[in-house]
C-alpha cells in the first residue's frame, strides 16, 4: 500500500461521512487495549493459568484458533459457572473507564457496533448525559438503529454475562460459516448492515476469523446478486456500491494485503503502537463544526 493510496482512502471515508449519514463504526478489541483490558491471546493465557490448565496456547492458537482454544480451556476446566466468572472479571475497565477516542466516536458516530464485552462507550454516555439506546444479543433491529444514538454489542455483553468467545459459541451464531445448526440473530443483523451502511474498522485486527469470513462472504454474494441482476435484466444495477474503511496497523501486512484484494474495503494504516493516530485521522475527516475532544479523557 502506497502513501498515495492511504491519502485517497482518507479522502474517500472524509467525502462519505460528510455526505452520507448511513455510517457505522465498527470497534473491536484495539480501542479496549487502553482501558486495561486484554486481547486474545493474553486472555487466553490468564484463562488457562487461573485454572491449572498445561497448555501451550501460542501453539494452540496457531493450530486451532482463537476460539477454538478458548474451548479447549474451557473443556478442562468442565465447569460453566467458572467459565463465566472468569470472563465477567476480565473486562472491568482498569486503566479508566472511557478514552477520548470513546469520546470522539460517540460524539460524532449515530452507530457504534462492537464486538468488545466491556462499556466504555456507555461509561462516556452516563458521565455527560448523553441518551444512548442499546442493542444486545439476541434483541438486535438494524431498522431501528439508525434512529438514534445506538451501541450495539454484537458478541454479547457483560452485564448478562453472555460471551460468543468459545468455539461453539461462534459455531451457533454463525452457523452460514460453521455449517451446523445455530442461531441467525447475529448474521441477520449484519447482513442489512454490510449491504446499505458503510462500515468503518476502528480498533479491528480481522484475528475473528468467523467475522471476517462472515463479511466476505456477504460482500461476495452481494456481488454476485449484482450480475444476476444485470444478466437478466441486460443493464446495469443502480444500487450504488458501498465502501467499508479500515484504519489498521500498519503491522498487520498479512491482513492489509487480504483486505486489500476485496474492492468494498479501502485501507488506512497508522504506525504500529501510536495508537493515538487513530483519533487523529478520524478527526481529519470531520466536519469542522464537530470541534475538538474535551481535555478531560485525552489523558486517557
Not at 493510496?5 to 478489541?29: C, P, S, Y
Request: net charge negative.
Amino acid at each position: 500500500m502506497t502513501d498515495i493510496d492511504r491519502e485517497d482512502n482518507i479522502g474517500a471515508l472524509k467525502d462519505v461521512i460528510q455526505k452520507n449519514d448511513t455510517v457505522a463504526v465498527f470497534v473491536g478489541a484495539g480501542a479496549s487495549t487502553p482501558l486495561g483490558i486484554k486481547g486474545w491471546s493474553e486472555l487466553l493465557k490468564s484463562f488457562a493459568t487461573s485454572h491449572g490448565i498445561d497448555l501451550d496456547v501460542e501453539r494452540s492458537i496457531e493450530a486451532k484458533g482463537y476460539p477454538g482454544t478458548a474451548s479447549e480451556i474451557y473443556n478442562r476446566v468442565g465447569d460453566h459457572e467458572k467459565y463465566l466468572q472468569f470472563m465477567s472479571s476480565k473486562f472491568e475497565p482498569r486503566n479508566c473507564l472511557y478514552t477520548s477516542l470513546h469520546e470522539l466516536l460517540m460524539k460524532k458516530f449515530r452507530v457504534i457496533v462492537t464486538t468488545n464485552y466491556d462499556v466504555a462507550f456507555e461509561n462516556y454516555c452516563n458521565k455527560n448525559g448523553m441518551p444512548i439506546h442499546t442493542q444486545k444479543l439476541p434483541n438486535f433491529n438494524v431498522l431501528t438503529a439508525f434512529n438514534d444514538k445506538t451501541i450495539v454489542y454484537l458478541h454479547g455483553n457483560n452485564d448478562d454475562r453472555k460471551y460468543v468467545f468459545l468455539e461453539e459459541e461462534y459455531d451457533c451464531f454463525y452457523p452460514s460459516i460453521s455449517g451446523k445448526p445455530g442461531s441467525y440473530e447475529v448474521e441477520r443483523f449484519l447482513t442489512p448492515l454490510i449491504t446499505n451502511a458503510h462500515l468503518i474498522f476502528v480498533g479491528f485486527s480481522f484475528d475473528d476469523s468467523y467475522l471476517y469470513r462472515f463479511l466476505t462472504k456477504v460482500i461476495n454474494d452481494t456481488a454476485l446478486e449484482y450480475e444476476a441482476h444485470e444478466r437478466v435484466f441486460k443493464t446495469g444495477y443502480s444500487k450504488t456500491d458501498l465502501q467499508h474503511f479500515v484504519i489498521i496497523s500498519d503491522k498487520n501486512q498479512k491482513t492489509i494485503e487480504e483486505l486489500s484484494k476485496i474492492d468494498a474495503f479501502r485501507i488506512i494504516t497508522y504506525t504500529d503502537d501510536l495508537h493515538v493516530e487513530i483519533q487523529t485521522i478520524i478527526e481529519s475527516v470531520l466536519p469542522p463544526s464537530v470541534g475538538a475532544v474535551d481535555e478531560e479523557a485525552s489523558h486517557a
